[in-house]
């Protein structure tokens, strides 16, 4: 199997994404890093154990790392994913504590011990990733591949130019896009046509298993925000769309290009700045994904959460 490190802020679909990865035999978790972003790091690491009990992973660690972006205020997303991170009924609870060793040593650790074959899966802010590659300017290329939820190639959501991931640490996310890593990006242009809608909700729930039952309401309360801030029927399966994305890459189009994050303060701070067309003349420094194939997406991950 390809061996992943999941990177991020649990979060109601970091949750079902790590699930995903969980249930799928073509992918061995090696461990779990945790970010500020949706919610404070204590209640993002407390929230990983949840997710890998309710996942049956209690052999998978856990390392916190970073508690606020490089520069910026700590921001939050509490109005999307509840002052908890998780609201739902009857979660298990955490496993275990988390690992002594701060997230970021972990990623790089992790990465020298298997040069070329550990695949990062970053669902959230990048401030841990932007560090490991501070602290250890060889591990862009130690990774197979950085497989980031983020940004987009239109609008925000966030602000009008912002996806919640980049702004959340622009500066952090700025790191990345220049590192030379073999990166891969799942923005809002595609996740927003992932919508979990009732009709999805309700055949999590027809499952009938704790892990069906789970991402059953936490999708209802998660839908409850994206039908009031952005008119949906449902949430978007953001998180999930990049573990899939890892799975299957063909579920996706991808289009190699530039893209470069704006850190200016200002109306378009945050926005990843996609070169579509290629008139800066800039090398591509990301495969974007510019397009998804949501039916086949949905029953795939229907069907691996099932497995639980
Ligand atoms: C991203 O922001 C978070 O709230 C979600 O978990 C997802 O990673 C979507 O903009
Ligand atoms: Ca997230």
Redesign the pocket.
């Known amino acids: 199997p390809l061996h992943v490190i999941l990177d ?7 949750a079902v994404a790590w699930l995903l990865a969980l249930a799928s035999p073509e992918l061995k978790v090696l461990g779990v890093t945790t970010v500020h ?2 919610v404070d790091l204590s209640l993002t690491t407390r929230n990983a154990g949840v997710t890998l009990a309710l996942g049956k992973s209690t052999d998978v660690p856990v390392y916190a790392g970073a508690d606020r972006p490089l520069i910026r205020e700590l921001m939050g ?1 509490a109005a ?2 509840g002052d908890t991170g998780l609201p739902a009924n009857g979660l298990p609870d955490p496993y275990r504590e988390p690992e002594a060793e701060h997230a970021v040593n972990y990623l790089i650790r992790a990465a020298r011990e298997q040069p070329g074959e550990v695949t990062l899966i970053a ?2 802010p990048l401030t841990n990733v932007a560090l490991a590659f501070r602290m250890e300017p060889a591990l862009p290329q130690l990774l197979r591949e950085v497989m980031w ?2 940004g987009s190639t239109a609008h925000g ?2 602000t009008p130019a912002a ?3 980049v702004l ?1 640490d622009p500066h952090a996310a700025d790191v990345v896009f220049r590192s030379g890593a073999a990166l891969r990006m799942v923005g ?1 242009n595609v ?1 927003m046509q992932c919508v979990a809608t009732p009709d999805r909700v309700e055949a999590l729930r027809q499952l009938g298993t704790p892990v069906g039952l789970a991402c059953a309401e936490m999708l209802t309360f998660y839908a409850a925000a994206y039908r009031r801030r952005y008119n949906l029927s449902g949430g ?1 399966l ?2 999930p769309l990049a573990v899939a994305a890892v799975l299957w890459p063909d579920l996706l189009t991808w289009q190699a290009m530039h893209v470069e994050v704006d850190t200016h303060e200002g109306a378009d701070l945050g926005r990843t700045v996609c070169d579509l067309y290629g008139v800066t003349g800039k090398p591509a420094n990301a495969r974007v994904a510019v397009g998804v194939d949501d039916p086949t997406f949905f029953s795939r991950l229907l069907e691996r959460l099932s497995r639980f």
């Open positions: 991020g802020d649990p979060g109601l679909d970091d972003g949706n997303a999307v994913h669902t959230g939820m983020g959501n966030r996806e919640f991931n959340a809002l996740t978007a953001h998180d």
